[in-house]
């Protein structure tokens, strides 16, 4: 029995190694494979650089359904980046290389890869050989594509399937939202919650943490923020600025009604070089009307006064007396002046007028003689502006950023600030001194920059609300989203002429001079000085490129610049540049560069989905604390579809600026974008605050933004938080930061409960102190879709409280020391 049991061990055994061979034969995988490369020819290859493997040649299997491995970066988002007919090779050096053509007139691009996933900066030479190859066409989907075959190992497809796979994975993860909470969370009780701080592991963090990004898009500045009711007050609009469209003009926004008088633009004997074009009147009997129609009208408010100023001469010596007045639609004189213009040469006249009504109108300049007139830089400017600054800023929107109180602003722009192409690069000289030499330009986003609101403006403001300045300057290269017009120094791949670069960084250098230098020793620290300024604005911080492609080209630039500001302002903290994403090579590549020159400071940038800020709640927790350079997130917002600000976007940014605070101590700043936005004119959403004429609109995001901003600290209490639902999902959809303002020694409780049910919680605050046994309470709560306001209210707290917070709410408990009022 014992021999008949081990025989039919032995058989068994065999018959397991048998089968499992067999089952081994029919699965297993090649040791290589053919790899066809290919971009898709119906959309110019937009969609990047795709794959298909095969065994025979004719049977082609897709790697990734419609995925692109590599993507062109050349010229403008959307459909001017093409990869037209790609050619891939392996070199002997055992690096990848793919080779495409831009377009029938740019050259080529190339980048390399050792695996085909992770790419190097892309290059863009005029001509290379590369290019040239033998292409194939095979049948993929059922569709047939140009491309080229490598026999490559099976390993090499197996981890483009696998990083196909994985980023399928994150995407489901990155698309969860709490509109579909109902669904995923079908019967969820209330949940118990207890957050217990532990001040003994407090650490000091950023006292600079939450602040305001300013970018002229959504006409934020010109009929925004700027406080200046005339458009086109300079005649200075040109067909450029959008572009060719010829209506988009010198003459745009105003008209001539009337007879026996012509309306003319001239560009002889300007008041300025930098303002070429004025108005030419010839009047050969009076009656006739020039009308401006401001910026969807010029709103005015009853009682109050405005000033009306204009550059004006009469050639011929002949004084004409104008007549100024603002109509509304009904023809209804809502206020009006006069004033004579008596010299040959350019003179300003000034006067005030005060408005007799409530309502939104129109300009009328009136001439009351015959004779020739020649008119530039009509303005209208309410007087009461924010805090009564001459050519200041509009005091409703002012104040409702002011409300924030943002530790920094950043200003220009993004974009704007290294603009569309070389020659629209922001230079921040052409905005400082009188307006009439002030140097306009063409906006990014497609309209007019009049400069008014310039660095003097910028700067004047941060003092003004106790914010920061932070300026951001090119790096000798323009914007990665700029056009390319036939020449590659014009586009985002080209820079600045080395034979240029020394003026460059100079100007650079110049601007912390105007900003910081002696306003008697030092040359631009006396023309800040002469524009109603003496003492230094006390600049800290220079951003550095914005969102760039970090090619050879933007790192030899960058930096000479850092390099330059590094020897002669030490002091100086420049944020430096990792690209416009928080992940693929201008990050990596962005990074690598930090930290070979030893960057005080990276800007990160991320528009991202409620999914994708609930599942990179670490995202900071895992920065390498031993790393000099610190983080700047100065745009981030949460994208739905439709684009809209609710309570769902409100409460994700909320949740993550948690966990932003808990890494207070390397994420030095962060700022939402875009900031504003004018009703009619809106070219990017969502953004914080939208606005028009006479009202402003705060969406949700802004009242978590206000709430962060009002209620900020310099010390982090860590805090372990202990739910009675164990669920993982559960668990990321509520978060507390708790902080300490040591200036007034508050203790402030943030508690965001991103859930659909009551979250009960238990705040244990032993160890911090003896407090008040009341606090201010503010909670945001609603709905998904809901844009509610937050309430406000008092609390009754204790060493050890409780407090219940509503089913989607971010809750803010601001908790005073026993001996405070």
Request: charged share 25%; aromatic share 12%; with cysteine.
């Amino acid at each position: 029995m014992r021999k008949l049991f081990l025989f039919l061990v032995v058989l068994f055994l065999s018959f397991q190694q048998v089968t499992l061979a067999a089952i081994k034969e029919m699965t297993s995988t090649p040791d290589s494979v053919y790899l066809f490369s290919f971009a898709t020819s119906g959309d110019d290859g937009r969609s990047g650089l795709r794959f298909a493997w095969s065994m025979d040649k004719e049977n082609w299997f897709e790697v990734g359904r419609n995925y692109g491995y590599l993507r062109c970066d050349y010229s403008r988002w959307g459909a001017q980046k093409k990869m037209l007919d790609p050619y891939l090779k392996h070199s002997p050096a055992g690096e990848w290389i793919c080779t495409w053509k831009l377009n029938d007139r740019d050259g080529y691009g190339q980048s390399t890869s050792k695996d085909l996933i992770n790419w190097t900066s892309q290059k863009y030479p005029r001509t290379t050989s590369d290019f040239d190859g033998t292409r194939v066409k095979a049948v993929v989907a059922g569709e047939e594509h140009k491309g080229t075959i490598n026999r490559v190992a099976w390993t090499l497809v197996d981890g483009l399937n696998k990083n196909y796979d994985w980023n399928q994975y994150r995407n489901s993860l990155y698309g969860e939202r709490p509109v579909q909470d109902g669904e995923r969370f079908t019967g969820l009780k209330p949940v118990k919650a207890t957050v217990t701080v532990q001040p003994e592991r407090a650490k000091a963090i950023s006292d600079v943490l939450l602040g305001a990004f300013f970018e002229d898009i959504n006409y934020s500045a010109d009929g925004g923020l700027y406080a200046e009711l005339i458009q086109n007050r300079d005649f200075e609009y040109d067909p450029s600025d959008r572009e060719g469209d010829k209506n988009w003009n010198s003459t745009h926004s105003w008209t001539l009604k009337g007879d026996k008088t012509t309306f003319a633009i001239n560009t002889t004997d300007p008041i300025h070089a930098n303002n070429p074009h004025y108005a030419v009147l010839n009047v050969e009997r009076p009656g006739a009307t020039l009308e401006n129609t401001g910026f969807d009208g010029i709103a005015l408010n009853v009682g109050e006064k405005y000033d009306f100023s204009i550059f004006a001469r009469v050639p011929q010596g002949k004084s004409n007396k104008l007549q100024v007045r603002l109509v509304d639609g009904e023809g209804n004189i809502c206020g009006e002046t006069s004033l004579t213009v008596s010299s040959r040469q350019w003179k300003t006249y000034k006067t005030v007028i005060t408005a007799k009504a409530t309502a939104d109108t129109r300009l009328e300049i009136i001439p009351q003689s015959a004779g020739e007139l020649n008119l530039d830089m009509i303005s209208l400017f309410p007087q009461h502006t924010f805090k009564g600054r001459k050519n200041g800023l509009r005091k409703d929107l002012a104040q409702v950023l002011a409300d924030i109180h943002p530790r920094f602003i950043r200003f220009p722009g993004g974009c704007v600030a290294h603009g569309d192409g070389l020659k629209n690069i922001y230079q921040w000289k052409n905005t400082v001194g009188p307006l009439e030499a002030r140097k306009a330009q063409r906006n990014l986003w497609g309209y007019h920059q009049s400069m008014g609101l310039g660095y003097f403006e910028y700067f004047q403001f941060c003092e003004d609300i106790g914010a920061e300045p932070l300026p951001v300057l090119a790096a000798g290269v323009p914007c990665q989203n700029s056009a390319c017009h036939g020449d590659l120094r014009g586009g985002q791949q080209g820079g600045i002429p080395m034979s240029e670069m020394g003026a460059y960084i100079q100007d650079i250098l110049d601007l912390i001079e105007w900003a910081n230098g002696d306003a008697k020793k030092t040359k631009w620290g006396k023309v800040r000085a002469e524009a109603g300024h003496p003492k230094p604005f006390n600049l800290k911080y220079i951003g550095i490129g914005n969102e760039d492609l970090i090619t050879d080209i933007f790192e030899e630039r960058f930096t000479m610049i850092f390099n330059a500001i590094k020897e002669k302002y030490p002091e100086i903290i420049v944020v430096g540049t990792v690209g416009p994403f928080n992940e693929g090579t201008d990050y990596v590549e962005g990074w690598k560069l930090a930290d070979k020159l030893g960057v005080p400071m990276v800007d990160e940038h991320y528009y991202q989905t409620p999914g994708w800020f609930l599942n990179n709640q670490d995202f900071y927790d895992k920065y390498d604390r031993s790393k000099k350079t610190k983080v700047y997130l100065g745009e981030y917002a949460t994208h739905i579809p439709g684009r809209k600000a609710n309570i769902e976007t409100a409460l994700t940014e909320a949740l993550y600026l948690a966990t932003l605070e808990r890494n207070g101590d390397v994420v030095h700043m962060t700022s939402y974008a875009p900031l504003l936005a004018k009703e009619g004119h809106t070219q990017w959403n969502p953004d914080l605050i939208y606005f028009n004429n006479r009202e402003v609109k705060p969406t949700t995001g802004y009242y978590v933004q206000k709430l962060y901003g009002q209620n900020a600290g310099n010390e982090y209490l860590p805090s372990k938080i202990t739910l009675d639902n164990k669920d993982d999902k559960v668990q990321k959809r509520f978060a507390s930061s708790i902080v300490r303002d040591s200036a007034s020694g508050d203790v402030i409780v943030k508690l965001v409960n991103l859930l659909p049910v009551e979250v009960n919680t238990h705040v244990d605050l032993s160890g911090i102190g003896v407090i008040q046994p009341s606090a201010k309470r503010t909670v945001l709560t609603g709905k998904p879709a809901d844009t509610p306001l937050p309430v406000e209210d008092t609390v009754e707290v204790a060493e050890q409280f409780d407090c219940q917070l509503p089913a989607y709410s971010f809750t803010v408990i601001r908790i005073k020391k026993a001996n405070e009022k």
